[in-house]
């Protein structure tokens, strides 16, 4: 069984930082695509970074570049999201999942993790 776990949501002040981690089990990790994707209250789900099984090409929405950091570790199953200058708009569910393709498509990832809750205060 396929499961992906967040975790390293917390309370932090605008400016701030703060890594989140996903672990996978249950699945040939490196041979996955990997993405974060966030939900704030009232809004859609949307994409933050993605980056491809090998790790060497990565993706991110606009709002968040320069600023997150997606990395992977394909020997430990892990993906982390290094997330700095936080923002209060940044306060959000955040949630890793597997694909196919590093892709801002929701659709094109195939598990998803339960989230963790990232609350930046200003």
């Known amino acids: 069984q396929v499961q992906l776990v967040e975790s390293g949501g917390g309370l932090v002040q605008a400016g701030g930082s703060l890594t989140l981690s996903c672990v996978a089990n249950g699945l040939t990790f490196s041979s996955y695509a990997m993405g974060w994707f966030r939900q704030a209250p009232g809004k859609d789900r949307e994409f933050v970074a993605g980056?491809?099984?090998?790790?060497?090409?990565?993706y991110y929405a606009d709002s968040v570049k320069g600023r997150f950091t997606i990395l992977r570790d394909n020997f430990k199953n892990m993906v982390y999201l290094r997330m700095n200058r936080l923002q209060a708009e940044d306060t959000a569910v955040y949630y890793c999942?597997?694909?196919?393709?590093?892709?801002?498509?929701?659709?094109?990832?195939?598990?998803w993790g339960r989230g963790t809750q990232v609350t930046v205060s200003s």
């Open positions: 999942a597997a694909g196919t393709y590093a892709d801002p498509n929701p659709h094109q990832y195939h598990y």
């Open positions: 980056i491809f099984a090998t790790g060497y090409s990565t």
